[in-house]
């Protein structure tokens, strides 16, 4: 009974055991998670995102609390959207730097190391970056407007600048503020991952996304006064507008621009990325 038991046992195949490829636990979900992990550990996260969301809605109210009907207020600002979401100029600048930190950041602490050794083919580290922020950064955006749109609406009801987001295009600027504030913050990652430094980065941002255009519009030529709307800051004012002034881009002109801006920088980074060693 015992010889045939284990003649049974000794006759069963042997199955070889598996090879396991060395980068087989790398998949695009684990690194998505490693992204967001480290995004949501960065205390600049934290402090930039308050800082956007809280200079967006105190504006939006010190603007509805103090507008003047009829001709007072803000200058000659006559749309409701552009009024109450005046502080989302602040957002144009804090979270293209947010962006810079996420990206520029690793290479300054030397992480970069250690994410691009544990993904050797490099790209999927940008993409999976990109991606986090871009969703964090959409929907923080997106609840901000809305609620500082809203809250500042209890005070303009009455008033000129009264609307509702059921009003046509009031909606649609909302979230095209939204959009362009997260577009502005991918293209400041973009600028990050291709020039590696934080500081150069940053410099670059403002001098090319913010003080060349305004150097431009000096210029006597129309034509170069014209190219200023294609310019990121300038297409993320006209998608979050209601009423179009004068020369401003339409708003799927000036949705795919931004796409194209932010694009761009992504892929130079991407390029550069697979071509040099960190």
């Given at each position: 009974m015992s010889d045939g038991t284990s003649t049974a046992r000794t006759a069963r195949p042997v199955q070889p055991p598996r090879t396991v490829p060395a980068r087989a636990?790398?998949?695009?979900?684990?690194?998505?998670?490693?992204?967001w992990h480290k995004?949501?550990?960065?205390r600049s996260t934290w402090v930039t995102l308050s800082a956007a969301s809280v200079l967006i809605l105190a504006t939006g109210l010190v603007m509805a609390i103090g507008h003047?009907?009829?001709?007072?207020?803000?200058g000659e600002v006559s749309d409701p959207v552009v009024l109450t979401l005046i502080g989302v100029q602040f957002g144009q600048i804090i979270l293209p730097v947010l962006g810079i930190l996420f990206s520029a950041g690793e290479y300054s602490t030397g992480m970069i190391r250690a994410s691009l050794s544990a993904v050797p083919r490099r790209l999927p580290v940008l993409w999976a970056k990109a991606a986090v922020f871009a969703a964090v950064t959409l929907a923080i955006t997106a609840a901000t407007v809305f609620t500082t749109f809203l809250l500042a609406q209890l005070f303009l009801a009455d008033t000129d600048m009264g609307a509702s987001l059921t009003d046509p295009g009031i909606a649609r600027a909302v979230v095209g503020t939204a959009v362009a504030l997260t577009l502005?913050?991918?293209?400041?990652?973009?600028?990050?991952?291709?020039?590696?430094?934080?500081p150069g980065a940053i410099g670059a941002f403002f001098v090319g996304m913010v003080i060349l255009p305004e150097v431009l519009l000096a210029v006597s030529s129309e034509a170069v006064k014209n190219t200023v709307a294609y310019f990121p800051a300038r297409a993320s004012e006209s998608l979050g507008a209601v009423q179009q002034h004068d020369g401003a881009l339409s708003d799927g002109t000036a949705l795919v621009t931004l796409c194209l801006w932010a694009v761009a920088a992504l892929g130079a980074a991407g390029w550069l990325l697979k071509r040099r060693d960190v």
């Open positions: 636990g790398i998949t695009p979900a684990r690194v998505l998670r490693s992204e995004f949501w550990t960065l003047e009907p009829a001709g007072g207020g803000l502005l913050g991918v293209l400041g990652l973009g600028l990050g991952a291709l020039i590696r430094s934080v």
